[in-house]
Structures are given as C-alpha cells and as structure tokens.
C-alpha cells in the first residue's frame, strides 16, 4: 500500500496540494518545506509546522486509515509506505508503517546527525539544540532532500515482495514514491489505485476503484471479510 493526503483528507487534514488557510493563505507549501525555505526564515517555517502540527492535534483517524490497519491484521506480507507526515495511519493501529517522507511530530537537530535535545522551556523559533547549538526542525524530508535510508530500504524491500501494489489518495506526482507502482508492475504485479480524481497513474492501474478512500477502504475491507475462509 501506498498513501497519500488524500488519505488524512477526511480526518480535516488538508492535502498538500489543497490551498492553504488562515494565515498561510498566500504561502505555497512548496516554498515552505525546503532546505532553503529554512535558512532564509527560519521563524516562518518552523511557524508553519507549529500552525501544522497545532491542526493535527485536532483531527482523528478516519474509516479509511482504520480499515487499513484491519487489513494489516487480514493481509499477509502487508506494508504501507506512507508519505504522509501526521502519524494518523499509527493512531490508527498501522503497525508495520513505513514513513518514506517522515513525521512532524518528531523534532529533530538540522546539523545531522545530531540527534537533537530540545529544552522544554526553550521558547526561541526554532529551538536550539541543547547538544550542539544547531536550530531543531521537523523530523521531515524537505524538497531536494534524500529519502531517510531505512524507509527506502524498507520500501525497496516491501517492493521487491510486492504482487499487489494500492496507491491511495496520492496525485502520484512526487517521485521516487510515484514512480513505486511502474517498478512493481514492471515486475508483474497489479496496481489498483483509490482516489476519486484521475492522476498520471490512473491511466496504467489495472483496477481504478474512483473515491473517497474514508468510504472505498471500509467496502473493501467488508468485501474481504466476507470472503468463504
Ligand atoms: P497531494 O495533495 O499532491 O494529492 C492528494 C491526492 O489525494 C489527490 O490526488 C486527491 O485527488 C486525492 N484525494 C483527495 N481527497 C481524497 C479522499 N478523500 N480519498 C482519496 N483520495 C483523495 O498529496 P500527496 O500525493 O500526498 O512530499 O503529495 C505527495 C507529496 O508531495 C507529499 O508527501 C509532499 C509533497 O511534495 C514532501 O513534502 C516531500
């Protein structure tokens, strides 16, 4: 499995490519999450992700991200690579989450690989870290930065293994996670994508199953379950 925005949709997330509210209106968050977007103004981009993670505190996992940590109890050999950043596919129960573009939940040291140590009742936008005087930033791959090495491992590994291959709520257009399902099918396996607009994957998938994945995921998993053992 492979998800995408579309997926936190329903839980009031909106997706990266949605515009953008309240204060951040007249930003794009492609100008925002960057290497450079960080050494230009650092107080903004860490204002946007608090902005980010202050939403987040108010959204709850949805049918879609339940279902698809039931399916992980149905499915052997069962891996989701998420490129999501909210952590709602691990609320949800999702044990076996592969977070290719990570979580901003988690803070970490911008002078990796420092590990980071923030003081509590450091108010300064960003932080400082306490280890090495480095400003903290968000655990999160910016444009231009490298997947982390464990979850491209890990989704290499899941790829190599995978037979059936399910893009959800994704616009496949950020590669190297758009270009998961075109390496699979290469390989024979079938690709089935969830989402209720057409995207540059749609016109190869085997099997496009058009909606909202809070509603798709749930039928899917009725079906499954009501299967003959
Ligand atoms: P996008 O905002 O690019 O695409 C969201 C997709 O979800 C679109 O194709 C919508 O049609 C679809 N969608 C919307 N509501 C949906 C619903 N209820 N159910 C199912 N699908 C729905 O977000 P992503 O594809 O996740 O990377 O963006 C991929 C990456 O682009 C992000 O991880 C981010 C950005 O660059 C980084 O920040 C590194």
């Not at 997926?7 to 209106?25: K, Y």
């Not at 076996?96 to 923030?118: D, M, Y």
């Not at 968000?138 to 930065?145: R, T």
């Not at 616009?171 to 989402?195: C, D, F, H, K, Q």
């Amino acid at each position: 499995m492979l998800t995408g925005a579309g997926v936190s949709a329903e839980s009031g997330l909106a997706t990266f490519r949605d515009s953008q509210d309240g204060l951040w209106t007249d930003y794009r968050p492609e100008d925002l999450a960057t290497p450079e977007a960080f050494a230009r103004d650092p107080k903004m981009v860490w204002r946007w992700y608090e902005w980010r993670r202050r939403k987040l505190r108010g959204a709850t996992p949805n049918p879609g991200h339940i279902a698809l940590a039931e399916l992980e109890r149905l499915l052997p050999g069962y891996t989701l690579i998420t490129q999501n950043v909210d952590g709602l596919h691990q609320r949800a129960g999702s044990r076996n989450v592969i977070e290719f573009h990570g979580n901003i939940t988690r803070t970490v040291c911008s002078n990796k690989p420092c590990p980071g140590q923030w003081q509590a009742d450091d108010e300064r936008e960003p932080p400082v870290c306490r280890d090495c005087g480095h400003q903290l930033r968000p655990d999160v791959v910016w444009f231009g930065e490298a997947i982390p090495f464990q979850a491209m491992q890990g989704a290499l590994d899941a790829l190599r293994e995978c037979d059936l291959f399910i893009s959800i709520g994704t616009s496949s257009l950020v590669y190297p996670a758009a270009g998961m399902a075109a390496e699979v099918a290469a390989r024979g396996a079938t690709v089935a994508e969830i989402n209720p607009e057409a995207t540059p994957l749609s016109s190869s998938a085997d099997l496009l199953l058009a909606g909202r994945s809070g509603e798709v995921l749930p039928a899917v998993l009725a079906t499954l379950t009501a299967l003959p053992d």
